[in-house]
C-alpha cells in the first residue's frame, strides 16, 4: 500500500500544481466564466469515459500495466500544456489528461485488492490522503512557479514541473509497484456483464442509490473548485499563488482526515452517519462563503467545505467496495469513479453558468441547498 500511496502522491502533486493555473490560463485565452466552467469540466468529461474502461481492462490484465500505461500519458499531457498557444488547444490537452487520469479507479481497485471488508474505509481514506498531500504541495508550487498576477502569470513552468513529477510517478510505479490481482482472478477475466455494464449496474437499487449520492456529493464540490479562483479575483483581487496557498490549506485538512482520522472515525461513527455529517458541514461551509468578506471569515468556511467532502466522499467509497465481488470490483469502482466523474463534468458547467448569468455567489448558495437534499436523502439510501 506504501508504493500505491506514493505514486498517487506524486502524481497528484503534479496535478495540483495545474490546478489554481487553469482559471487564469483559460481567461487568458478570452474563456467566459461558463468557458471556464467547460475547461474544467473537459477534463473530468474525458475520465469519465476512461474510468470504467481502465477498470475492466485492469481486471483482465491486472492493475500495473494500466496504471504505467496512463502514467506516461499524463507526462506527454503536461509537456503538451506548456507549449498551447489556444482555448482550443487547452481543451484538447485537457481531454487527453483526462482521459489517463481515468487510472483513478484502478487505484481504488487495488486498495480493494490489498484490504479486507473492515479495513476498506481506512484503506480508501490512504489514497484519499495521497490525494489530499497532493493539493498541499502542488497548487502551493504551482501558485509561487505562477506568480501572484493573473495578467502576468508564468503557466509553462508549472506545467513542466507537473509533467516531470508524473515522469517520478511512472518510475515508481515501474521499480516499487508489484501486481495486487492474482493471476487467478486474470486468469478468469472480469465478472459477468451483468456487473460490468453501465446499464445492469444502474438495476442494484443498493448500489445505484450510493453512487448517486456520491454523484451528488462531487458535483457540489467540484463546482466549487472550479469557480472559487474567479470568485476570488472577483472578491478579493487574488491571482495564482493566493487561490494556491489556499487549496494548499485545503488540501492538508483533506489528508489529516482521509489518511490520519478516518480509521477512527469510522469505527466510532461507521461509514453512514460519517456521510450524513459530511453533507451537513460540506452544506454549512458552502453557504458561509459568500458572506466572507475577509480571509479570516473565508477560511473558516473553506476549511468546513473541504472537511465535509473529505468524509462523505472515502466513507462513500467504502460502502461501494463492499457491495463487489473479486471478479467485477475493478468495473464496480470504475462505475463509481464515472459517477464520480459525471459530477465532475456537470458541476463545473452549471457553477460557470449560474456564475455568469446570475452572480458569483450563485454556486455556493445553491450547493449549500444541494447538500442539504444528500442529507435528507443519505439515512434513506444507505439503510442496512
Do not use: C
Amino acid at each position: 500500500m506504501s508504493a500505491l500511496f506514493l505514486i498517487v502522491l506524486v502524481d497528484l502533486i503534479g496535478f495540483g500544481i495545474i490546478i489554481p493555473l487553469l482559471p487564469f490560463f483559460a481567461e487568458h485565452f478570452g474563456a467566459s466564466p461558463f468557458e471556464v466552467g467547460l475547461v474544467m469540466a473537459s477534463y473530468s468529461a474525458a475520465q469519465l469515459v476512461a474510468a470504467p474502461v481502465w477498470g475492466r481492462i485492469s481486471d483482465r490484465i491486472g492493475r500495473r500495466p494500466v496504471l504505467l500505461v496512463t502514467l506516461l500519458g499524463m507526462v506527454a499531457g503536461y509537456v503538451a500544456l506548456a507549449s498551447i498557444e489556444t482555448l482550443a488547444g487547452l481543451f484538447a490537452v485537457r481531454i487527453l489528461t483526462g482521459f489517463m487520469a481515468g487510472n483513478i479507479s484502478t487505484a481504488f481497485a487495488y486498495i480493494a485488492d490489498i484490504t479486507a471488508p473492515e479495513t476498506r474505509a481506512r484503506g480508501m481514506g490512504i489514497v484519499g490522503a495521497a490525494f489530499g498531500l497532493g493539493f498541499i504541495a502542488g497548487p502551493a508550487i504551482g501558485g509561487l512557479l505562477a506568480g501572484p498576477d493573473p495578467a502576468a502569470a508564468d503557466f509553462q513552468t508549472p506545467a513542466l514541473a507537473a509533467a516531470l513529477l508524473s515522469a517520478l510517478a511512472f518510475a515508481l510505479a515501474w521499480f516499487r509497484l508489484p501486481e495486487s490481482l492474482s493471476p487467478e482472478a486474470r486468469a478468469r477475466g472480469p465478472g459477468a456483464p451483468a456487473s460490468g455494464t453501465w446499464l445492469e449496474m444502474l438495476r442494484r437499487p443498493r448500489l445505484n442509490g450510493m453512487i448517486g449520492l456520491m454523484f451528488l456529493a462531487t458535483f457540489v464540490f467540484a463546482g466549487m473548485e472550479a469557480t472559487f479562483a474567479i470568485w476570488s479575483q472577483r472578491q478579493f483581487g487574488w491571482g495564482p499563488e493566493q487561490n494556491g496557498y489556499l487549496f494548499a490549506f485545503i488540501g492538508i485538512l483533506s489528508a489529516a482526515i482521509q489518511g490520519g482520522a478516518i480509521g477512527r472515525l469510522t469505527a466510532r461513527f461507521g461509514e453512514r452517519r460519517l456521510v450524513l455529517i459530511g453533507a451537513i458541514l460540506l452544506a454549512l461551509g458552502l453557504g458561509a462563503i459568500p458572506f466572507a468578506g475577509n480571509v479570516y471569515a473565508l477560511v473558516p468556511a473553506m476549511a468546513l467545505a473541504g472537511a465535509g467532502f473529505s468524509l462523505v466522499s472515502p466513507a462513500l467509497n467504502s460502502l461501494i467496495s463492499l457491495e463487489a465481488g473479486e471478479r467485477e470490483r475493478g468495473g464496480v469502482m470504475g462505475f463509481a469513479r464515472s459517477s464520480a466523474t459525471l459530477g465532475r463534468v456537470l458541476g463545473p458547467a452549471w457553477a460557470g453558468a449560474i456564475f455568469g448569468l446570475i452572480s458569483k455567489d450563485a454556486p455556493y448558495f445553491g450547493g449549500a441547498l444541494l447538500m442539504v437534499l444528500l442529507a435528507v436523502l443519505a439515512p434513506r439510501v444507505l439503510k442496512k
